[in-house]
Nanobody, 126 residues
Framework: QVQLVESGGGLVQAGGSLRLSCAAS????????MGWFRQAPGKEREFVTA????????YYADSVKGRFTISRDNAKNTVSMQMNSLKPEDTANYFC???????????????????WGQGTQVTVSS
């Protein structure tokens, strides 16, 4: 069982930055692929970024590429997402997710992830 707790959300002006963190419980954190998703009111949950195991390959949605950066610290059981040049359309509830090793599925699908955090709200004002 893995528990995920997000932090770092808040209100920021357009063009500003935020850093979201996700603290994970569990002894096998280093072997999980981790992802960030977001969900705006009235919209489906969408993929933002992922860092996969093995290899720590990173992937980004086109909408955030070049602005957001995902990283992980296995010693601290955390995954972070640095968000720069924020836009009003980035406003959403952001969720951290963990995927145990598996041979099917893909990092950009919500179904690939086994554990989810409760989310942290990011609001970008224009």
């Amino acid at each position: 069982q893995v528990q995920l707790v997000e932090s770092g959300g808040g209100l920021v002006q357009a063009g500003g930055s935020l850093r979201l963190s996700c603290a994970a419980s569990g002894r096998r954190f280093s072997s999980y692929s981790m992802g960030w998703f977001r969900q705006a009111p009235g919209k489906e949950r969408e993929f933002v970024t992922a860092i996969t195991w093995p290899g720590d390959y990173t992937y980004y949605a086109d909408s955030v590429k070049g602005r957001f950066t995902i990283s992980r610290d296995n010693a601290k059981n955390t995954v972070s997402m640095q968000m720069n040049s924020l836009k009003p359309e980035d406003t959403a509830n952001y969720f951290c997710a963990a995927s145990a090793p598996k041979n099917t599925g893909t990092y950009y699908s919500t179904r690939w992830y086994d554990y989810w955090g409760q989310g942290t709200q990011v609001t970008v004002s224009s």
